[in-house]
């Protein structure tokens, strides 16, 4: 029987779901092909891929990592920056002033205004090194913590199955992707070099708590997909444990009045 872990709609038109956005480099083994997800779904669910893309456009960019039919990188979604891979490597030029600035390639660069896409970019001279160093913000939004989620609920039925994905302890998830209810977050951070993508990894606890850990774009995260992220709290102490406050973290950052937050904070 076919039906989708998303709508749980039964009989739906089937669809070929990348479980990483093509655009991201999806390995071509990576798919849910078997009516997991439907056409309908798959497709109201792109937008989430089109976050990740955005989000992880400097480090596409970097790599060189060719998008749909063959695609060069390229960023146009940032407000102070342009990016385009040319024979030589990565072209990136950020507009720092307070004017427009009209490039004869590029066009209309704006300066920063304040907007979380602005890119950062300083020059540091220490002696006879210069280094340039380009900084722009990751895992802000609450979209962005949908699309990690919906990454991981498409390993988790990979790995268990879609009878699994279909049970009910997973509806908020579900409510979350699809529709944006609630509020849930991940642990997000840098992967080992060798590890670009990694494929997820389900960890499920006796109580039927599910977390779900996979590498995308070199960077690593661990996502809690019980109904009220209760394993939450205890993956942060135990990261804080490990890893101290630095190298890591809590995605979006939530508010310090926020229960994470001291748990957080409360580690040292
Ligand atoms: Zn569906």
Redesign the pocket.
Known sequence: MNR??????TD?KPSREHIVPEVLGCPSDWILSNGE??????NRLGFLDRVLADEFDLLRLHVGQVGKRGKPPKITGRPNLRGERRPYGPDILVNMGRKIANHPHYGVIRPPTGNPRDAQADFLVDGSIARIRIRVQVGATMEFSRAIHKIAFAWLARAQGPEVAWRKTFSPVRDFVLRGTGTRYVLGKPARQSEYHRSGTVYSRGDGCSCVEFNICGSSFMVDLSPEQQVLPDLVSEMSRTHGRDGWGILPPPKPSHDLYKVFASEE
């Not at 989708?4 to 709609?9: A, E, G, H, S, V």
């Not at 997800?37 to 798959?42: I, K, P, R, Y």
């Open positions: 989708c872990i998303w709508c749980l709609q739906q997800v439907c056409e309908l779904c798959n």
